[in-house]
């Protein structure tokens, strides 16, 4: 079974940027929708923003023009540039995908925990 192994995360000051990395054990080509989640101390995990194979990116308000997703299928990963970093940016961040949105067929990896401070 496909495992997912999302790094990169660490504790930033708000304005601060991180690079997200997530590296599929095995093939995502074929997955049509890969995303990267949020989970926020205490709350859902929620889609911040999704990619389709052709690199057509998708986000979340809040997230708009401060995270960028993109995949290299090539190399199995997924990755979220995150800049201008706010306090609600906190929480851990998972990959995963699936056909459609929120559809996802791989197991929940650790995470990788961000904490942006005041």
């Known amino acids: 079974q496909v495992q997912l192994v999302e790094s990169g995360g660490g504790l930033v000051q708000a304005g601060g940027s991180l690079r997200l990395s997530c590296v599929a054990s095995g093939s995502i080509s074929s997955i049509n929708v890969m995303g990267w989640y949020q989970q926020a101390p205490g709350e859902e995990r929620k889609l911040v923003a999704f990619v389709i194979p052709d690199g057509t990116p998708n986000y979340l308000d809040s997230v708009k023009g401060r995270f960028t997703i993109s995949r290299d299928n090539a190399n199995n990963a997924v990755y979220l540039e995150m800049n201008d970093l706010k306090v609600e940016d906190t929480g851990v961040y998972y990959c995963?995908?699936?056909?459609?949105?929120?559809?996802?067929?791989?197991?929940w990896g650790q995470g990788t925990q961000v904490t942006v401070s005041s």
């Open positions: 995963n995908g699936g056909a459609q949105i929120r559809v996802n067929v791989f197991p």
